[in-house]
């Protein structure tokens, strides 16, 4: 087949369907860029479990004076030297579960808390004794936290044993509900696209019936007078592919240049993992455009 055949008769497709090729493109281009989006979420947010779960910490909270009014299981006042020493040595012992294991006393967690919250009105008025000590338990598996939890929870002295894992899951749970609206909405962009492509391609042979019925006079196969409506739906996707690249290419720019200077706590996914996923894009929008025109013409093409 030559060459020059098939691209003379893409761009008279192009031209004589002009309108609807470019919602062609428009379509494709917005479905795989919500497809590329959902896939970059998903790897953003497996990135950010494998880089915040190894840093998040258990914390055994002891009681203090205050907390033997309000908390049941403080009913005997602060804790004691000895309480806090019992359960570092239990800590010692769960050397299978436990990394490192750090105490802050009541003036460095005071510390922390008056750097973390400075306009607080509190600070003039609550002062170390309020903040209770505590030890900061690093898991081999952030998983593990249950073992930590069923072995301290309720033990002498103890007020509470808290994850710091509760507080990030908040936070991939959004990540995950984003992802799967993207999803959601990239399908539906797909099964629009789709349609249009149908259409296209439909209108497209029902304009150029003549000339197909000439060349199948002369005897062309079915291939020779079916390729160039398949290679102009492929084109129309591969143009939509590459401006879902762009927009997937700017976005990613702006959230390394402009975000990512705001948002420092978040470890965001680098340039490669977005060049990964273009060439996914291309070969899935201009494989479904071939594919939908291949099937369209067997039942709209009549030569």
């Known amino acids: 087949m030559r060459a020059q055949f098939v691209l003379s008769e893409i761009g008279v497709g192009l031209r004589r369907n002009l309108t609807m090729t470019i919602a062609v493109v428009v379509s494709v281009a917005l479905s795989?860029?919500?497809?590329?989006?959902?896939?970059?979420?998903?790897?953003?947010?497996?990135?950010?479990?494998?880089?915040?779960?190894?840093?998040?910490?258990?914390s055994i909270y002891f009681c203090t004076k205050a907390d033997a009014r309000n908390s049941p299981q403080c009913d005997k006042g602060a804790a004691t030297e000895q309480q806090i020493a019992d359960i570092k040595t239990q800590l010692d012992k769960m050397d299978s579960v436990v990394q490192t294991s750090?105490?802050?006393?009541?003036?460095?967690?005071?510390?922390?808390?008056?750097?973390?919250?400075?306009?607080?009105?509190?600070?003039?008025?609550?002062?170390?004794?309020?903040?209770?000590?505590?030890?900061?338990?690093?898991?081999?598996?952030?998983?593990?936290?249950?073992?930590?939890?069923?072995?301290?929870?309720?033990?002498?002295?103890?007020?509470?044993?808290?994850?710091?894992?509760?507080?990030?899951?908040?936070?991939?749970?959004?990540?995950?509900?984003?992802?799967?609206?993207?999803?959601?909405?990239?399908?539906?962009?797909?099964?629009?696209?789709?349609?249009?492509?149908?259409?296209?391609?439909?209108?497209?042979?029902?304009?150029?019936?003549?000339?197909?019925?000439?060349?199948?006079?002369?005897?062309?196969?079915?291939?020779?007078?079916q390729m160039p409506f398949i290679a102009e739906a492929a084109f129309s996707a591969l143009l939509g592919a590459v401006m879902a690249s762009g927009l997937l290419l700017g976005g990613h720019f702006f959230v390394q240049n402009w975000l990512a200077e705001r948002v420092q706590f978040i470890h965001f996914i680098g340039l490669s993992s977005v060049l990964a996923v273009i060439p996914l894009l291309v070969v899935v929008g201009m494989g479904m455009a071939g594919i939908a025109a291949f099937f369209t013409l067997r039942k709209y093409l009549k030569v």
């Open 32 to 58: 795989l860029a919500l497809a590329g989006a959902s896939l970059l979420v998903r790897d953003q947010v497996n990135s950010m479990k494998g880089y915040w779960y190894d840093k998040v910490e258990v």
């Open 102 to 225: 750090t105490f802050e006393n009541s003036t460095e967690a005071y510390k922390h808390w008056k750097e973390m919250n400075p306009d607080n009105p509190l600070i003039s008025v609550l002062g170390p004794d309020a903040i209770p000590q505590s030890w900061r338990v690093k898991l081999k598996d952030p998983t593990k936290y249950d073992v930590i939890q069923s072995a301290f929870a309720g033990k002498p002295g103890v007020k509470s044993v808290e994850d710091q894992r509760k507080i990030l899951e908040n936070l991939f749970g959004l990540l995950n509900g984003l992802q799967t609206a993207a999803f959601v909405i990239m399908v539906l962009m797909l099964f629009v696209a789709l349609l249009l492509i149908v259409n296209t391609v439909r209108v497209s042979a029902f304009s150029r019936r003549r000339e197909t019925g000439i060349m199948r006079l002369v005897g062309a196969s079915n291939f020779y007078v």
